[in-house]
């Protein structure tokens, strides 16, 4: 059974910083693609970032980057979002995602099969 936990979200004034995990458990992620995603209320979900562990490559949608990097521990088999200079418009619940999908396919949430619960970040101005 693979599992997703996300933590880490919470209240922040503009300006300041987060940093949201992802513990994944229940396989080998090591051939996977973790996707960061978020969704505003009234909003669709959408892409915040990606992260391949094979590859340790990872991408940024424009809005982010810059100010989020993706980092991971493999012993904990963990994804961490570092979100820095966070701004109100970044306030959403945040998603994990994971996947077996080629790079070309990272901002696709539909490419992604597994989920976790997702966690409120609220930036207040």
């Known amino acids: 059974q693979v599992q997703l936990v996300e933590s880490g979200g919470g209240l922040v004034q503009a300006g300041g910083s987060l940093r949201l995990s992802c513990a994944a458990s229940?396989?080998?992620?090591?051939?996977?693609?973790m996707g960061w995603f978020r969704q505003a209320p009234g909003k669709e979900r959408e892409f915040v970032a990606a992260?391949?562990?094979?590859?340790?490559?990872?991408y940024y949608a424009d809005s982010v980057r810059g100010r989020f990097t993706i980092s991971r521990d493999n012993a904990k088999n963990t994804v961490y979002l570092q979100m820095n200079s966070l701004k109100p418009e970044d306030t959403a619940v945040y998603y994990c995602?994971?996947?077996?999908?080629?790079?070309?396919?990272?901002?696709?949430?539909?490419?992604?099969?597994?989920w976790g619960q997702g966690t409120q970040v609220t930036v207040s101005s």
């Open positions: 229940g396989r080998t992620f090591s051939s996977y693609a």
């Open positions: 995602a994971a996947g077996q999908l080629g790079t070309s396919y990272g901002s696709r949430d539909r490419a992604y099969n597994y």
């Open positions: 992260f391949w562990w094979s590859a340790d490559y990872a």
